[in-house]
């Protein structure tokens, strides 16, 4: 009886554990920004080498989606989640340590980058298993986790830049080392997927290169990659862009950090936005561009698990969340250089947010052109796609037939 109790609601301590470490692991290095503006003071580094620091920092292991899935698969969740809380920990404490700032980039951005997209990957993936898209609660535990992020910076770029006034940046690091370290010990035995209610289906995965590259989903990558690229640019170069006119630093982490607890509030507010104004989960994407730009995060961000399994087949939505990964990590590593090379090129911070802004109008065409793609195929095909039952898990079929009508009340079939 305990055993069942714990197995059904186990699903919950998954979303909690995944939470936490987003708000700490991961809201550590988008808070960056201000430590960069403390490196800055003493070095000779360029905008553009910092930038390089930072962005490889958030999100290398993006781009090694693949070879995260690979490791999941083969050695399991739990194990990996363990050894990348444990690789972010070591990371920070080795930095603390460091005297010259070029090793930053071997101690801190290569390590921590690829561990704590990691950590993304796999809490995304192990809250997907626990609540699939078929599940009554998906796009609800899929936007809370994805809450842990913004929070996160929120969070931790005040913690970071109190330590730094008052201890400098070494000592900061060593302090979050260590608490992440105490974290690693509890967050890790708690990430399990052994209370898993419903097996999953062993699905050859079809090798079809051109789904992947076909016209619609080039169309909706370019839309995710100029879009992160405006995003990261935005949010690396914030603080130096602020201190430039004549903000004081206390009033642009402050502002920093608003930014974050809009885009948490954001995030939260997108399965009621979708629950009562039923239109296609991919129109978000495309007003997203074009309103608040904490929503444009919240949305680009939260949503690209549950957007795989309509633009993928479901045995190949695991392989589909990862092509997003990719190209979200490249846009999140090229969206900083390119705005540090505009710097170094202009000599003016103030080319910073047009460029934003560009990038924001091509991800707008790339995302509705997606919608027109789509518009023109016909409803039974997407329907028949997504909801083709597989004879040999009676389980799963009927799981399915319970839960599409909910499924489709936010917003993915009208």
Known sequence: ??????????????????????????????????????????????????????????????????????????????????????????????????KNIHLLFLTYSVPYGFANASLVIIGTLLTGIYYPPEHEYHLLTICIISTGFPIGYHLMSAIIFKWIQNDGWMEMNRRIGIIEFILTIVLGSLFSSKYILISQTNTETEKNIRKFFSKKIIYWMIGIFTSMCSISNFLLHLHSQLEILNITPAKADLWFRLH???????????????????????????????????????????????????????????????????????????????????????????????????????????????????????????????????????????????TNPAHDNFGYKN
């Open 260 to 402: 974050g607890l809009f885009d948490a509030l954001f995030r939260f507010s997108v399965p009621f936005i979708l629950k009562y104004f039923p239109i296609k989960i991919i129109y978000l994407f495309s007003i997203a561009a074009f309103s608040v730009f904490s929503f444009t995060s919240a949305v680009v961000t939260s949503l690209q698990y549950t957007v795989s399994s309509k633009l993928f087949d479901n045995n190949l939505r695991e392989q589909g969340y990862c092509y997003h990964v990719i190209v979200t990590s490249l846009g999140t590593l090229f969206g900083p250089i390119i705005g540090g090379l505009l710097v170094d090129f202009t000599g003016s911070y103030k080319i910073l947010i047009p460029t934003s802004i560009i990038l924001l109008f091509i991800s707008f065409i790339g995302f509705t052109a997606n919608i027109f793609i789509d518009n023109s195929i016909p409803e039974s095909t997407h329907y028949h796609n997504q909801v083709q039952s597989n004879p040999n898990n009676m389980e799963q079929n009927c799981l399915t037939e319970r």
């Open 1 to 98: 009886m305990i055993y069942d109790c714990i197995r059904k609601h186990f699903g919950v301590i998954i979303v909690i554990v995944t939470f936490i470490s987003r708000c700490v692991f991961v809201g550590f290095c988008w808070s960056y920004g201000t430590v960069i503006v403390e490196l800055k003071k003493n070095s000779s580094l360029t905008d553009t080498e910092l930038s390089w620091i930072g962005s490889f920092g958030q999100t290398l292991g993006g781009v090694l989606a693949p070879l995260i899935l690979y490791l999941v698969t083969h050695c399991g969740h739990q194990i990996i989640f363990i050894l990348s809380l444990l690789t972010c920990s070591f990371s920070l404490l080795l930095s603390s340590n460091i």
